[in-house]
């Protein structure tokens, strides 16, 4: 079993940062690939991106590719999500969810096992 708890949302201006956290239980997090998915009102979840076990594979979504990095430091279990120049679209409730399986897109929401509450980010002047 695996627990998952995100952090870092809020409020911010267009243009602004914002850096959530997923910090993980148990002691498989490091064989779990990690991914970020966001999910505004009214619309199905999407992909973000998302980092492979050791951190050295990356994948974005086209939409903020160049503006978010994720991370992650397997000695604390958690993973990070860096958000640069946000923009009011990228408003919507942050899921980081892990997973699994050794093959599969990284953007595939069926492969990955366990996700967490949820995290709220607002991008508004």
């Known amino acids: 079993q695996v627990q998952l708890v995100e952090s870092g949302g809020g409020l911010v201006q267009p243009g602004g940062s914002l850096r959530l956290s997923c910090a993980a239980s148990?002691?498989?997090?490091?064989?779990?690939?990690m991914g970020w998915f966001r999910q505004a009102p009214g619309k199905e979840r999407e992909f973000v991106g998302a980092?492979?076990?050791?951190?050295?594979?990356?994948v974005y979504a086209d939409s903020v590719e160049g503006r978010f990095t994720i991370s992650r430091d397997n000695a604390k279990n958690t993973v990070y999500l860096q958000m640069n120049s946000l923009k009011p679209e990228d408003t919507a409730v942050y899921y980081c969810?892990?997973?699994?399986?050794?093959?599969?897109?990284?953007?595939?929401?069926?492969?990955?096992?366990?996700w967490g509450q949820g995290t709220q980010v607002t991008v508004s002047s």
């Open positions: 980092i492979s076990r050791g951190g050295g594979n990356l």
């Open positions: 148990g002691r498989t997090f490091s064989s779990r690939r």
């Open positions: 969810g892990a997973s699994e399986y050794y093959s599969g897109s990284y953007s595939a929401r069926a492969l990955y096992d366990y």
